[in-house]
């Protein structure tokens, strides 16, 4: 437990290092989110559902990338190597990126919220009970959580083949375009079953709009499919691990 909590304060001060270095990048970056997202509620109608799925699909494509690019950093500069001498195992470590890089998520997401209801909230009806808000939370972090995992999936991909860049850039456009953000998806399309996105969407809306149709089948498959991207994560990045260490490729960039 003591290694672990020296693990998440090392991680706190490489993000305060990171914010202070590179401050007006993130701010330019958080203004320009800022805009997509009012753009395109002006273009498709303005609602909170909307509002929070455009939200939850910055967080969730912000977490892939993330961990995907600091796995290939790590691994770039050799640092990922040294880990595997300590007695730390591989995954704590990253449980505790994630860990830390997930509550700097959510407040970012939260800060975007709020700035974005100063801007529309005489056009959306707003009314959320308590219980309703803390619902939409642990919806929006389960969600966020398992596509820290789906970065690990993308992150022992670059491992062995070194640059997945372009296939993370279609899957974000994927994310946005089909995964129900804009255009409702129903349970029978295959579609639906791609990300746990989809379903989150759904649940965000029925909790919003009070639609509870399907809410225990919704949340059933929601569920599942957030096991398997985290345990389809874990695998694929241990797979390519060994694979990479074993032919020879860890260490070629």
């Known amino acids: 437990m003591k290694s672990y909590l020296c693990l998440i304060k090392a991680e706190v001060i490489l993000l305060f290092g990171e914010l202070k270095n590179y ?124 596509f820290y995992y789906l970065g690990e999936f993308f992150g022992g991909l670059s491992l062995y083949y070194k640059r997945v860049s372009s296939i993370l850039s279609v899957f974000t456009n994927i994310l946005l375009l089909f995964s129900g953000v804009f255009t409702p998806i129903n349970i029978d399309n295959p579609m639906f079953y791609l990300t746990p996105l989809p379903a989150s969407i759904k649940l965000i809306n029925m909790l919003i709009n009070d639609e509870y149709n399907d809410f225990v089948l919704t949340i059933i498959i929601y569920l599942t499919l957030i096991s398997i991207y985290i345990f389809g994560g874990i695998i694929t990045f241990n797979f390519y691990l060994k694979k990479a260490k074993k032919d020879g490729k860890l260490n070629q960039y």
Do not use: H
Request: aromatic fraction near 16%; glycine fraction near 4%; charged fraction near 10%.
């Open 23 to 146: 401050l007006l990048n993130y701010v330019f970056y958080n203004i320009g989110l800022l805009f997509l997202f009012i753009g395109l509620m002006y273009n498709y109608g303005y609602s909170f559902a909307l509002l929070i799925s455009l939200l939850l699909w910055y967080a969730t494509t912000s977490s892939t990338s993330y961990l995907s690019s600091i796995i290939s950093e790590e691994a770039m500069m050799g640092t990922l190597e040294q880990i595997f001498l300590t007695k730390t195992k591989i995954q704590t470590v990253m449980s505790s990126k994630i860990f830390v890089n997930l509550i700097f998520t959510l407040l970012k997401t939260f800060l975007l919220l709020i700035i974005s209801l100063a801007f529309i909230a005489s056009k959306i009806d707003l009314s959320l009970s308590f219980i309703e808000f803390v619902e939409l939370l642990m919806i929006f972090m389960l969600t966020t959580v398992s």
